[in-house]
């Protein structure tokens, strides 16, 4: 009697432990630098991975995005976060994360020397107006840009429906992030290479059991966070929203304590007390 043949999950590319998992592998390198360039139109060729959940000592925690691209030869750091279900808690969550990343690359001694900050966030929803978007700071009265970070924000749902046409690799690659089945990636990627090699892997991780169950738990915990947010919303329970929004700083309270934010910036940036943030240390 032959073996059953084993079922074969989508693995979709929105998720953040399917785009770590593809980013850290050397032959997908050139397909992830294509998109960067494209936003940034910088060559991230040069740029080594730090990983900063690395050393958690826990393999789901690992696979949730949080990439970090340094070059020794340049004071640029390149932060990527893909936001699968955006909401303001978690632009809010981001700039944060910008925020201590430019506190914690100053370098002590006698030379005091500061990064530059890129963060791209990777956004599953749809524009009105347009496909990607560059924030920095400004002083309202000399227009003068503070020139410390920026942030770019991609809306990936504004890419839906492109197909390779062979002139077109940047847009495509972004769309395959919108599809939900192995089909539609493969007639979005056409005949590309690259993309196709990106569908052959995602394929091969749909039935690889133990990716499986990081990916599964990364989906779960999302559709629980998104689905408190919405009954929040729905329900009219203001206080079930509330509570959503006190469990997330409460989150970021503990990665920048971790990190070795002061109590008291840690206070200033969440909103949370120094007794709240006394209890949690």
């Given at each position: ?37 494209s936003i ?31 070059n020794s ?124 090699k990106i ?83």
């Open positions: 009697m032959k073996d059953k043949k084993k079922e074969k999950r989508f693995i979709s590319l929105l998720s953040d432990t399917t785009f770590k998992h593809l980013f850290k592998k050397e032959e997908y390198k050139e397909f992830f630098n294509v998109i960067v360039k940034i139109d910088m060559d991230i060729s040069n740029f080594e991975l730090y990983d900063a959940e690395l050393n958690s000592g826990n393999e789901k925690r690992d696979y949730r995005l949080d990439l970090l691209l340094v030869d340049i004071d640029i750091i390149i932060s990527i976060e893909m936001n699968q279900f955006p909401s303001e808690v978690t632009k809010f969550k981001n700039r944060l994360y910008v925020y201590t990343l430019l506190a914690k690359s100053l370098n002590s001694g006698e030379d005091v020397k500061k990064k530059y900050i890129i963060q791209i966030n990777f956004n599953k929803e749809k524009h009105p107006y347009v496909s990607k978007a560059s924030y920095s700071v400004m002083d309202l009265d000399t227009h003068k840009e503070i020139k410390d970070f920026k942030i770019h924000e991609v809306y990936l749902e504004n890419y839906k429906g492109i197909r390779y046409n062979g002139d077109n690799k940047e847009e495509m690659y972004l769309s395959l992030f919108t599809a939900t089945s192995y089909e539609e990636l493969r007639e979005i990627a056409g005949d590309d290479k690259e993309a196709l569908v052959d892997e995602l394929e091969k991780l749909g039935i690889d059991d133990k990716f499986g169950v990081i990916y599964d738990n990364e989906e779960m915990q999302k559709r629980m966070i998104n689905t408190a947010r919405n009954w929040g919303y729905d329900d009219g329970k203001a206080e079930g929203l509330e509570e959503g929004k006190k469990e997330e700083k409460i989150s970021i309270a503990k990665n920048l304590l971790k990190d070795g934010m002061p109590i008291e910036s840690v206070s200033k940036n969440t909103g949370l007390s120094i007794e709240e943030l006394q209890k949690l240390i």
